[in-house]
Every structure is written in structure tokens, then in C-alpha cells.
């Protein structure tokens, strides 16, 4: 079992800037894909960024050119560096990890969830 810890959460003035960060409990190596979710109050949990194995990245487009997703393989770390923050980027945010295995299929894991809540 994979265990996610996150880190990084808080309150931000609109225009500023958090980093967060997902520990996992083991090497990251084996994980197709590591990522950052976010789900605001009676919504759905959406993406925000991705990272493959091979350093390919996605985001979803309301994030685009202010967040950033990078990792730490050495760490067993991946972060979310997000500058300009609005008040709509208010939300629980998630950290994930895939993993397909062999015999298992493909398997998610997830962080607790960390509260970013910016302010206008």
C-alpha cells in the first residue's frame, strides 16, 4: 500500500503564490503517472496537472501558465508551484499517483487533500 502525504496548503491574497508538495511512502519509480486534483464545494474533482514517467506534462487550462508540476524522483516527491492564484483556484487539492501492475490492473492512489483558499 502507497501512502500520500501533502504538505503546502494555506491562504493566499489573490496574485500570490503556494507550492505543494505530495510525499509518497515508497519510490515513485514504479508510477505511470503523478498529478494534482482539485474539487471546490459542491463540484466535481477535476484535474489540474500531470506528469508522466518519461517528464510529459498536462494541465487543465484554466491553470496553464500559472501552475507548474515537477518531480523529485529521488525525493519520492512531486510538487504543484502555483503563482497568481485566484479566488476560483479555492479548493481542496489532492495529490495522485497510477500505477499499473501486471496481475492488478491499474491502481490510484490518493493523498488526504490539502485546503487552498485564496482571497479576493
Known amino acids: 500500500q502507497v501512502q500520500l502525504v501533502e504538505s503546502g496548503g494555506g491562504l493566499v491574497q489573490a496574485g500570490g503564490s503556494l507550492r505543494l508538495s505530495c510525499a509518497a511512502s515508497r519510490s515513485s519509480f514504479s508510477f505511470n503517472s503523478m498529478g494534482w486534483y482539485r474539487q471546490a464545494p459542491g463540484k466535481q474533482r477535476d484535474l489540474v496537472a500531470a506528469?508522466?514517467?518519461?517528464?510529459?506534462?498536462n494541465y487543465a487550462d484554466s491553470v496553464k501558465g500559472r501552475f507548474t508540476i515537477s518531480r523529485d524522483n529521488a525525493k519520492n516527491t512531486w510538487y504543484l508551484q502555483m503563482n497568481s492564484l485566484k479566488p476560483e483556484d479555492t479548493a481542496v487539492y489532492y495529490c495522485?499517483?497510477?500505477?499499473?501492475?501486471?496481475?492488478?490492473?491499474?491502481?490510484?492512489?490518493w493523498g488526504q487533500g490539502t485546503q487552498v483558499t485564496v482571497s479576493s
Open positions: 506528469i508522466t514517467s518519461d517528464g510529459s506534462t
Open positions: 495522485n499517483a497510477v500505477e499499473k501492475l501486471p496481475l492488478h490492473g491499474v491502481i490510484a492512489y
